[in-house]
């Protein structure tokens, strides 16, 4: 009614975490299909409340009315304003949105947190001969069978430089905490497998013949990228658009980065590109396959498996 956006509020139960929506101006509570049945019930009296004045009616009402427009204010004020801390800039400046709005966690992120781990140590132990490490483990579409297809597991692990790993580890730890805790960790690791192997294939059908090794995560963090701005659209990200601090929801960043990664398919394609972008279009595919098939009934999945 007011149109003002509706944050999500975590439901904690013992099994699994609800995020209801709700709008703090209207008192209005929105349930997505199931989420109401799903809900724990309590038998609650409402409590009478004491009878008021006119007077004190009209009062209420007009200090509440002057409440709405200050926060109304202030919100229309925070998507023109710049970061709320000046280091943000530096990460924005190379293109890495800064999360708003952290949506609390039901449960430790140990799929996340270990991975990042595994993807840290492998990585590092390869910089000692990394030309060696690529061209033995990493993915090459016209030999994507080599150790019985191993390639396609090992490549996920390794990177090609500082900056390549930092970056995925930003994308990962940021978006696949929330992801992790409301897939549970089975499906998490469902989700990252099949987006990793469909963003390899996507990557061999770009160019079948070559003889270019393929390494790094990013195909299967696009499915976890895809997958949390589709399922918490209302979370927001500050970004550097055009050289000015831009806060948005995170449908809108993700459409921004789909853009691009169509234009840096075409590069790739083209052989103007060394970055697989076919591949994040391939996880991110992915992402919104499972997002999708789970959007009716992710409120049934455990958040721990």
Known sequence: MCRRRMPEVPILSSEKTEYIDVCTRCRIIWFDPQEFECLHKVDTQKPQEPLLSIEARQALALARLELLKKEQEQNDQMSRTGPDHWWQVI??????????????????????????????????????????????????????????????????????????????????????????????????????????????????????SSMVPCIGASGGISGILAYYCLRFRKARVGMILFFRWVRMPVVFMLAIWIIFQIFGAYLQVTGLSNVSALAHLGGASVGIIFWWKTRASFSKTAAAN
Do not use: C
């Open 91 to 208: 990460p924005a400046l190379f293109g890495i949105p800064i999360e708003y709005n952290y949506t609390p966690l039901k449960h430790k992120p140990i799929v996340t947190w270990s991975l990042a781990a595994v993807i840290t140590l492998v990585t590092i132990i390869a910089f000692r001969d990394l030309k060696d490490a690529v061209v033995n483990f990493g993915m090459i579409p016209a030999q994507f069978t080599r150790y019985f297809g191993f390639t396609l597991i090992s490549a996920f692990f390794l990177h090609g430089g500082l900056f390549h790993l930092i970056g995925n580890l930003y994308f990962l730890l940021v978006f696949g905490d929330n992801t992790e805790d409301v897939l549970g960790k089975r499906n998490y690791l469902l989700l990252i497998a099949i987006a990793a192997i469909v963003g390899d294939i996507a990557h061999i059908f770009g160019d079948p």
